[in-house]
C-alpha cells in the first residue's frame, strides 16, 4: 500500500533563485497553488544558512541552478541530507546538469504554472524525499 500523495496546499516552499523578477513570478505561482513561501533567497551563503538552521520548515524548495555564476548545489545536498525535496530551476539543458542531479525533478525557465505544479508535486511524492 503506497503513501497517499502529498498536496500542495499549505506546503512550505523555499525558493533560491538570483533574479528578483523571476523569484517573484515563483513566489507568486507558489501562493497561486495554495502554498506558502517560508523563504526566498537570492544569494549562496544567506540560503545555506537558511536552510541549515531551518530546513524543518521547508516541505519543498525551489533551486535555481545558476546563482550568478556559482551553482547551488551545495543547497541541494543540505537539504537532500535532511531529507527535503526540491525542484531545480533552470535555463541549461540537462547536458550542462552534473550526472548526480539528473534524477531530481527541474523546470526549465522560461516555465508555466503548471510545469512547476508538477514539479513540486513530483519532489513532495518522490520516494527520495
Known amino acids: 500500500m503506497s503513501a497517499p500523495e502529498r498536496s500542495l496546499e499549505g506546503s512550505r516552499i523555499f525558493i533560491l533563485e538570483d533574479e528578483s523578477l523571476v523569484s517573484m513570478m515563483i513566489e507568486a505561482m507558489v501562493e497561486e497553488l495554495g502554498a506558502i513561501v517560508v523563504a526566498s533567497h537570492t544569494q549562496l551563503k544567506a540560503a545555506m544558512d537558511?536552510?541549515?538552521?531551518?530546513?524543518?520548515?521547508?516541505?519543498?524548495?525551489?533551486?535555481?541552478?545558476?546563482?550568478?555564476?556559482?551553482?547551488?548545489y551545495?543547497?541541494?545536498?543540505?537539504?537532500?541530507?535532511?531529507?527535503?525535496?526540491?525542484?531545480?530551476?533552470?535555463?541549461y539543458d540537462d547536458g550542462s546538469i552534473p550526472p548526480e542531479w539528473l534524477g531530481y525533478p527541474r523546470v526549465r525557465k522560461p516555465f508555466?504554472?503548471?510545469?512547476?505544479?508538477?514539479?513540486?508535486?513530483t519532489a513532495l511524492n518522490s520516494p527520495k524525499a
Open 50 to 72: 537558511f536552510v541549515a538552521s531551518n530546513h524543518s520548515e521547508i516541505d519543498v524548495a525551489v533551486l535555481d541552478v545558476n546563482l550568478g555564476g556559482t551553482r547551488s
Open 74 to 91: 551545495a543547497v541541494a545536498d543540505v537539504l537532500r541530507n535532511h531529507g527535503a525535496p526540491f525542484v531545480f530551476s533552470t535555463g
Open 112 to 121: 508555466q504554472l503548471d510545469e512547476l505544479a508538477d514539479a513540486l508535486k
